[in-house]
């Protein structure tokens, strides 16, 4: 227990310096690609992030592929946003977390249940 406290004292950004300086440094380069912190979850990694995504507004999720195309084309042309748009970027305003919690919490819930699985990963 008490190593959890350390290390939750250690991440927290509002008591730690360390964190803090992560955060901004995070921040600072997500700004610079015009990117979210949501936009770092990858589908292809967790069923559950991917039927999020599916929850989501078709509007959300294709602002999100534009902002991820957006950012692999600077990247590919070893450029960033101007200052401008930089300072309008909101790196850390969510919009996959709600739905991703309410994702998990009816997996767990089905899992309590005892009830299959909602989606299964299969191999071809």
């Known amino acids: 227990m008490a190593t959890s406290k ?5 991440l927290d950004p509002k008591t730690s310096w360390f ?9 600072t380069r997500l700004r610079k690609y ?16 991917k039927e999020a995504l599916n929850r989501l507004p078709r509007e959300i999720v294709d602002a ?3 902002r991820l ?6 990247s590919m042309k070893h450029e960033y946003l101007s200052p401008e748009l930089q300072a309008q970027q909101t ?3 969510s919009y996959l977390s709600d739905m991703l919690a309410l994702v998990e919490r009816e997996k767990a819930e089905r899992q309590a249940l005892g009830a299959l699985p909602l989606q299964q ?4």
Not at 19 to 27: F, G, L, N, S, Y
Not at 34 to 40: E, H, I, M, P, V
């Open 6 to 10: 350390f290390v939750k004292a250690i």
């Open 19 to 27: 964190a803090a300086v992560h955060k901004k440094t995070i921040e």
């Open 34 to 49: 015009g990117l979210r912190y949501d936009d770092l979850y990858d589908p292809m990694e967790s069923l559950d992030i």
């Open 64 to 66: 999100r592929n534009q």
């Open 69 to 74: 195309l957006r950012a692999m084309d600077l």
């Open 91 to 93: 790196p850390f305003r």
């Open 121 to 124: 990963r299969t191999i071809p």
